[in-house]
């Protein structure tokens, strides 16, 4: 996995509450058994018409969000069932940072996981920054050594971010080697159980 | 101080513990299916590692299999996918409980019903829904499939501690009301994040009256209210339940486990970082009417008006639901007519689900328009219901008797509700498109599809002969 410091992009804005994993990415596309590929069926049912052509009104089919790189949300992002088959969707599709008052359990570990920041900000700052996305031209900065997102205009936050994901996102590690080296503990825990 | 189960568990399976970082815990046993699993898979394959504990680790496949013609499948897709876990749990030493095995199932079925799913364990698997083995007094959540790899490769999960939420119901359920209303009550007045970063440990009469399936319909849903994880403190019931089940130890090894068991109960001093009393007398048999299992009310009620609405996210999300689901506000529930009924899923497909829906359909008939099926959760489940007969009097009444999996839960497979049809559904999802694209979910209980099965719209259960069976 490619490191994640800072980030400088695009911004598009999705104000909707409680978006769900099962609308990040219908089930009908589940049934692959590769990581790659999903981003063309990022919210399917949502960006796509029933004869398959693009929504107009959807938030990411309009003309100010296309290459957006940050995706603002409102409350309980990423919702419902685990599959982490909505971080991988989202990152296919070009989406590296989530930005919303407040993440589904779930969906804010898999987005870690899988090398994503989702980024918990203040509802009155989410709501000015869903304001700001409807410009074509708005990009945010985003630093994950600061914990902070600016803007060109004055605005800046910060968001919360344990050190240990701090460090995974910047150096892009894989968790499972940094577990794997703790071998002999994990032994030691089997022995001990009877 | 006294301590919760919640902390006791926690503790106990602590491997490593440092500042600053989540602790990393020991998975007791790790449950695999075909849909989160192929990539986890590959990724083992990739960086040439192994599965620490095979032992620990149980498969099946459950999510895409077809319910009618089960050895013939016809979606090469899904047919993939299946082959790929065959040949996963192959190359890797895994039980693997495949459609042709008499243990196949929907995997938080199985987990209890083999006895694999026991108190004091830590367990996972890559599905939300694993906060039903939680029912046992375990600690059991949902991952993803990085998380899955992990626990393939390690036995172990980085896990920062969620904090401890009770849910108390206090008093007696009345007649017709069942465990499924009791949650779906939870989830209409504290919402679909009250539990968000915690464990919510079930407690009081009804929880203790509860039988093991009624307590797994309980936690199942945890997770539609945003938490981590659900469970109830092991009791003599959860004893019982497991005796004798294929993987719990047998004998005098039994009798000294179930001491440790009962032990890990919360003490009667422990505090909860949150606490939710709930009076079972206000329970009635719910009816869910929106697009997220909060949007519930009970049979007797309506869908809300939008001025009702607390504030503009609220407003916001009961319009697109009423919108979505082609409601008119105010709406009363018993004219929603329904075209569609599935009796089934991981919340509700269990024996005595099975059991009370029959009692509703015996001597009925299926109204005209609407189209029942029911799909036990596991070949066990359906052995045990064709021996008492329970196939007999739903496909006498109507309805149709299938191989089990998840089947309309999550419509994967052939088991579709077509756009813009009304399906009463014992799942535990209402997502948009959850049963098929266009599709409008009604999350009820057994009893309740059942009998608006018979009657083709939603009617209170209670007002039915034969009610008084169902309890
Ligand atoms: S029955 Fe439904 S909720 Fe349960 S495991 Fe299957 S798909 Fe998931």
């Known amino acids: 996995m490619a490191g994640l410091t800072t980030l400088r992009g695009k911004v598009a804005g999705m104000n909707r509450v409680n978006v769900d994993t099962d609308q990040i990415i219908p089930k009908q596309f589940l049934k692959r058994t590769e990581k790659t590929g999903f981003g063309q069926y990022l919210f399917y049912d949502w960006r796509f018409l029933a004869d398959g052509t693009p929504n107009p009104e959807f938030e990411l089919n309009r003309p100010e969000n296309q290459g957006a790189s940050i995706l603002v949300a409102n409350d309980n992002f990423g919702c ?66 600061d914990k902070t997102i600016k803007d060109a205009e004055g605005f800046q936050a910060e968001f919360p971010l344990s050190a240990y994901w701090q460090k995974m996102l910047i150096n892009g590690w894989d968790e499972i080697e940094l577990t794997l080296q703790m071998d002999d503990q994990i032994k030691r825990y089997e022995d001990s159980l009877i | 101080m006294g301590k919760t189960i919640i902390d006791k568990l926690w503790d106990q399976h602590i491997v490593h513990r440092e500042e600053g970082k989540p602790d990393l815990l020991y998975i007791d046993l790790h449950l695999v ?112 499939t990085s998380e899955v790899e992990h626990t393939l490769a390690t036995q172990t999960l980085w896990q920062s501690k969620p904090k401890t939420l009770k849910v108390q119901v206090d008093g007696k359920l009345g007649t017709g009301v069942l465990a499924k209303d009791v ?52 009791d003599e019931t959860t004893i019982e339940y497991l005796r004798g089940r294929k993987y719990v130890p047998s004998g005098q090894e039994f009798e000294e486990t179930a001491e440790k068991w009962l032990a890990l109960a919360s003490d009667e001093d422990a505090t909860y970082d949150k606490e939710i009393y ?21 049979v007797t009620g309506r869908v809300p008006f939008l001025n009702e609405c607390a504030n503009e996210n609220e407003r916001r999300s009961v319009e697109s639901a009423l919108a979505y689901m082609d409601f008119k506000e105010g709406q009363q529930i018993s004219d929603i007519k329904i075209q569609k009924v599935f009796i089934g899923s991981c919340t509700n497909s269990r024996l005595e689900d099975l059991r009370m829906a029959a009692e509703i359909a015996k001597g009925r008939k299926v ?44 419509s994967m497979n052939a088991d579709i509700v077509p756009a813009g049809e009304h399906c009463a559904s014992t799942s535990n999802r209402n997502f948009e ?39």
């Open chain 1, 80 to 145: 419902g069932s685990s599959r982490e088959h909505a971080p991988w969707a989202l990152q296919d599709y070009g989406i590296q940072v989530v930005i919303a008052p407040s993440f589904a359990d779930i969906f804010h570990q898999n987005c870690l996981k899988n090398g994503m920041l989702p980024v918990v900000l203040k509802e009155e700052e989410v709501h000015y920054l869903l304001e700001k996305a409807k410009s074509a031209s708005y990009e945010l900065t985003v630093s994950v050594e």
């Open chain 2, 33 to 144: 299916h075909e849909v989160t699993s192929p990539q986890a898979f590959s990724g083992l394959r990739m960086k040439n590692r192994k599965v620490r504990r095979p032992d620990r680790t149980f498969a099946t496949v459950d999510h895409n299999v077809p319910t009618v013609n089960r050895f013939n499948i016809t979606d090469p897709v899904a047919n993939n996918q299946m082959e790929t876990l065959r040949q996963n749990c192959k190359e890797f030493g895994i039980t693997l409980a495949d459609i042709n095995s008499p243990e196949q199932g929907i995997v938080h079925v199985i987990g209890p019903e083999l006895g694999l799913t026991q108190p004091g364990m830590t367990i996972v698997c890559g599905d939300s829904h694993t906060s039903t083995h939680g029912a046992f007094g375990s600690i059991a959540f949902g991952i993803g």
């Open chain 2, 278 to 298: 709930i009076d079972a007398s206000e329970i009635a048999p719910m009816v869910s009417w929106g697009t997220n299992p909060s949007q519930t009310a009970p």
């Open chain 2, 433 to 471: 498109g959850r049963q098929g694209a266009g599709s409008r979910t009604h999350l009820v209980s057994p009893a309740m599809a059942a009998a608006a099965a018979v009657n083709g719209y939603f009617v209170d259960v209670r007002k039915m002969e034969s009610a008084e069976a169902v309890h």
């Open chain 2, 367 to 410: 109204a005209p328009g609407v189209q029942a099926i029911v799909v036990p959760g596991s070949q066990n489940v359906k052995v045990l219901a064709e021996a008492e007969g329970l196939d007999k009097i739903f496909l006498e009444a109507g309805f149709e008797w299938r191989e089990s999996g998840c089947s309309m839960c999550l």
């Open chain 2, 183 to 234: 949650i779906l009550y939870v989830l209409s007045k504290h919402g679909v994040n009250f539990g968000t970063g915690h464990i919510i440990e079930y407690c009081g009469e009804v929880i203790r009256d509860m039988t093991m399936e009624e307590r797994m319909t309980v936690c199942n849903m945890s997770i539609e209210g945003g938490a981590r994880a659900g469970l109830v403190s092991p």
